[in-house]
C-alpha cells in the first residue's frame, strides 16, 4: 500500500496493556499510517503513559517511529481515577526499566497533544480518523481550543462506552472505564459535528483472549514482541481471572484498530446517546435513546453493538505477530 493510500489516524491513548497491543497492531498494519500517538492519564498516571508509548515503540525498533506528544493529566471536571490495579502499576505489568531497549525521549515534541492533535487534523483536511482509546480528555481539549481545525477530522472513533451491556466500574457497572473517568469529555465530543464512532464494550468483550492461547500462540516464538506480549499481559489477565473468572483479558483497544483499518469487522448504529456527568454511582453512563418516541432522536454516533470475532482474531494474531 503506498502512502496515499493508507487511512491517517492519530491514536490518542492511556497506555495500558491493552493500548500496547493496540499500538503494535496499528503500526503492524499497512492500512494504516500513524502520524502521532498523543497521550492522556487514564489506566496510569501521565508520565507512565507517556513512558509506556515510548517502551513499545522502542520495543518495535521503528526505522519512522511516529511523534508522541504528552497530554491531559487530569479530566476535564471529574475526579481523578485510574486502573494501575488492572493493568499494574507502572500501566505495564511492572517488568521494570531495564526489560526495555533505550527510549527515545527525542520523539517526545513539547507540542500539546491537544495543539498537535488539531494541527496534524487541519494539515490533511478530511482524511485523518482520531483513534481515542483512553478518556477522551485530549480531543475535547482540541476541539475547545481549535473547533475550526478540528472540524476537518475525517471521524472520531472511540473504543468507549457500554451501550446494552453492564460497564466495567464497580460497584455498580454502570459505566465503562473511559467514558467513567471523563465523561464531560465525552458528551461534548459527542455534541460536535464530525462523525463519531463508538466502539463499545458491547463488541469489545466479544473479542476475548485467552491467556493459554495467547501462551500457545506466543510462547513458541522466540522475538521479543512476542515475548512482551506474555510478560506484559500477566497482572492483566491475573486481575480478569481473579476478579471476573475470565483467564485473559479482552482486546478493547486492539479492536478499536481492527475496525479502523477494515470498517466492516464491525456493523454500526446511528443512535442518540446520553452520557451521565453527575458525580453519582452512574457517573460515565452511556445511555441510548430507549423511548419508543425518542428512538428516533437525532443521532449523535455509530455505535458497533455487532463485530465479526474470528475475522478480528485472525488479524489480531497476524498483525501483532508482525506475519
Ligand atoms: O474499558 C476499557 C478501556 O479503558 C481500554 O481503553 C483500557 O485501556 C482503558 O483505557
Ligand atoms: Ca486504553
Redesign the pocket.
Known amino acids: 500500500m503506498t502512502s496515499s493510500n493508507r487511512k491517517k489516524v492519530i491514536m490518542d491513548m ?1 497506555p ?1 496493556v ?2 500496547a497491543l493496540a499500538i503494535i497492531m496499528a503500526i503492524h498494519s499497512p492500512e494504516l499510517e500513524v502520524l502521532a500517538i498523543t497521550t492522556v492519564a ?2 496510569v498516571g501521565i508520565d507512565h503513559c507517556v513512558k509506556n508509548t515510548l517502551r513499545v515503540l522502542a520495543l518495535l525498533d521503528l526505522e519512522n517511529p511516529p511523534i508522541v506528544a504528552r497530554g491531559a493529566e487530569k479530566a476535564l471536571k471529574a475526579k481523578p481515577h485510574d ?1 494501575a490495579s488492572v493493568h499494574g502499576e507502572d500501566g505495564l505489568g511492572a517488568l521494570g526499566d531495564a526489560y526495555y531497549p533505550e527510549l527515545n525521549w527525542d520523539l517526545v515534541t513539547d507540542e500539546p497533544a491537544a495543539d498537535l492533535m488539531a494541527r496534524l487534523v487541519a494539515e490533511h483536511p478530511g482524511e485523518v480518523t482520531v483513534m481515542a ?2 478518556p477522551i480528555t485530549n480531543v475535547a481539549e482540541a476541539i475547545r481550543r481549535h473547533p475550526k481545525e478540528m472540524a476537518k477530522a475525517k471521524a472520531i472513533q472511540a ?1 468507549t462506552g457500554a451501550i446494552h451491556v453492564p460497564g ?1 466500574i464497580p460497584p455498580v457497572g454502570a459505566a ?3 467514558a467513567y473517568c471523563d465523561p464531560d469529555a465525552l458528551a461534548e465530543v459527542l455534541d460536535f459535528t464530525v462523525p463519531v464512532f463508538m466502539v463499545p ?1 458491547d463488541v469489545t468483550h466479544a473479542v476475548p483472549l485467552q491467556r493459554d492461547i495467547a501462551q500457545y500462540e506466543f510462547g513458541r516464538r522466540t522475538d521479543r514482541i512476542s515475548k512482551f506480549v506474555l510478560d506484559s499481559s500477566v497482572h492483566y489477565m491475573d486481575f480478569y481471572r481473579d476478579d471476573q473468572g475470565h483467564d485473559g483479558c479482552y482486546l ?2 486492539p479492536l478499536n484498530v481492527a475496525i479502523a483499518a477494515f470498517p466492516t469487522i464491525a456493523r454500526t448504529e446511528a443512535m442518540r446517546i446520553h452520557v451521565d456527568t453527575s458525580d453519582s454511582l452512574t457517573r460515565g453512563l452511556t445511555l441510548p435513546y430507549h423511548h419508543p418516541r425518542l428512538k428516533k432522536a437525532e443521532p449523535n454516533c455509530h455505535v458497533a453493538l455487532k463485530v465479526d470475532t474470528e475475522r478480528t482474531m485472525r488479524l489480531f494474531w497476524e498483525r501483532v505477530r508482525g506475519d
Open positions: 492511556d495500558g491493552d493500548d487514564g489506566n486502573a482509546d483512553g473504543m466495567n465503562e472505564f473511559d464494550l478493547h483497544d
